[in-house]
């Protein structure tokens, strides 16, 4: 019993002297005090740091990133086929002639009809002109002497058929131009001053106002012609027939009441029309690579819009790819572009695309070409055209695509007349994991 109490005043006395030892240590020494505790247990461990947590994983399961830079092609440039042209609304005429790319000429064709469908000459004092406008959206090439003849159709636009650019429109016209002057106004507008011929034979028969169907019997449209070839340089009009500043205009004047005024009446290009693109490659540089040994990689590769040339270029040596794992992080395709005189820089693209042939004989775009990774554009500073081909890399390997080519074309082909020659030191780097 003495014993008993001896301890519990023992314990008492113990916890007073612990209580009042902790009061006098502050929250900062306690926390000194358990970081040396945890630093000392750690050191002693047997182990080294560097070594905790090796040769958990195999040595063949681990993920190695490499790149790969050694893929080299075969290209070939070919001679492009005819694009569709019917009904556009844009169409490019003139002539000009590249050293490197031979000659180009440019015409369209295209039906017109009135504003309005009723007989607006009744009261008519005099026909003062008929004058046809053409707005000018882009201008390529040097500013020369080119002229033009406007000629009426004497066969329709049909509805049902389709138009190329090579659907020759010389066919289609008579041998007599029907404009008396022709006019460049600052690059922007085309201006032909119509004949009497023609004018008459929009104002002396009520009846074609009628309806479409009347005018057109009557009415079968008109056709501009580039006329004077050119030897060098020469110059093309890109015309935006959708412009309401694309019109044929009737200047005349009518009598209201005792005063004479002077009207316009005015016919857009709303009904059919097509472009007809002649491209010859006689004489210019691209004629030798056309037509040489099709067997010998080309050394230059030449592309135009509108139907010219594009080349074709192909991966060698694919199948060292197959039978080894691997996975398709990036492909990076890069092609240099040649510093030649261009004569013009605004003949030169500032985008590339490709195409390919599908397991179905199909014309398609590579499927990179819709992401937002896919580039094309110029690096003006390198001078050179970068694309990311990743996915499209990655199928050809799958076994999803068997075509081991890829066409090289210019974005809006069927736009704008332009050219570009790359240089054929093409580099592709892959980044691939291989494990």
Not at 18 to 46: H, M, Y
Not at 72 to 86: A, H, L, M, P, Q
Not at 283 to 300: T, W
Not at 371 to 399: M, P, Q, V
């Amino acid at each position: 019993m003495l014993t008993q109490i001896f301890m519990i005043k023992f314990f008492k006395k113990l916890m007073t002297t612990l209580q009042s030892l902790l009061q006098k240590i502050s929250i900062k020494n306690i926390l000194v005090l358990i970081l040396f505790i945890s630093f000392t247990t750690f050191i002693s461990c047997e182990e080294e740091i560097s070594s905790l947590g090796e040769n958990l994983i195999p040595e063949s399961d681990i993920i190695q990133i490499d790149t790969i830079t050694n893929i080299t092609f075969t290209n070939y440039v070919r001679k492009g086929d005819s694009i569709y042209t019917k009904s556009k609304g844009q169409y490019n005429i003139g002539e000009n002639f590249n050293s490197f790319f031979g000659e180009f000429d440019g015409r369209f064709a295209s039906q017109f009809f009135p504003l309005n469908f009723s007989y607006p000459f009744e009261n008519t004092v005099s026909i003062d002109s008929l004058v046809l406008y053409l707005q000018v959206d882009s201008a390529f090439g040097i500013q020369n002497n080119t002229e033009f003849r406007v000629y009426e159709l004497d066969s329709a636009i049909l509805d049902s058929k389709d138009y190329y650019s090579n659907t020759e429109i010389e066919s289609m016209i008579p041998n007599t131009a029907i404009n008396s002057s022709y006019q460049n106004s600052g690059d922007t507008l085309l201006i032909f001053k119509l004949n009497d011929y023609f004018l008459q034979k929009l104002i002396s028969n009520g009846d074609i106002y009628e309806d479409k169907t009347s005018f057109s019997e009557e009415i079968k449209g008109l056709a501009i012609i580039p006329s004077n070839p050119t030897e060098n340089n020469g110059q093309i009009f890109n015309i935006n027939l959708n412009s309401n500043i694309s019109r044929v205009t009737l200047h005349y004047k009518e009598e209201n009441e005792a005063n004479i005024d002077t009207l316009t009446y005015n016919y857009y290009f709303e009904g059919q029309s097509f472009g007809q693109y002649k491209i010859n490659f006689e004489g210019a540089e691209i004629n030798h690579f056309l037509q040489n040994n099709s067997e010998i990689s080309d050394s230059l590769i030449f592309i135009e819009t509108l139907g010219g040339a594009y080349s074709t270029i192909i991966f060698n040596d694919i199948n060292e790819w197959e039978d080894f794992n691997y996975s398709i992080l990036k492909a990076e395709l890069t092609i240099p572009k040649v510093n030649f005189e261009y004569s013009d820089n605004s003949f030169s693209p500032q985008r590339l695309f490709f195409t390919y042939t599908d397991n179905n004989d199909n014309l398609r775009q590579v499927e990179d070409y819709n992401g937002s990774y896919f580039g094309g554009t110029l690096n003006e500073d390198s001078n050179y055209f970068s694309f990311d081909i990743s996915k499209h890399f990655r199928n050809i390997l799958n076994g999803e695509i068997n075509d081991t080519s890829l066409d090289v074309r210019i974005v809006n082909n069927s736009t704008y007349p332009l050219r570009v020659i790359l240089q054929n030191n093409i580099s592709l780097k892959v980044t691939y994991t291989k494990h």
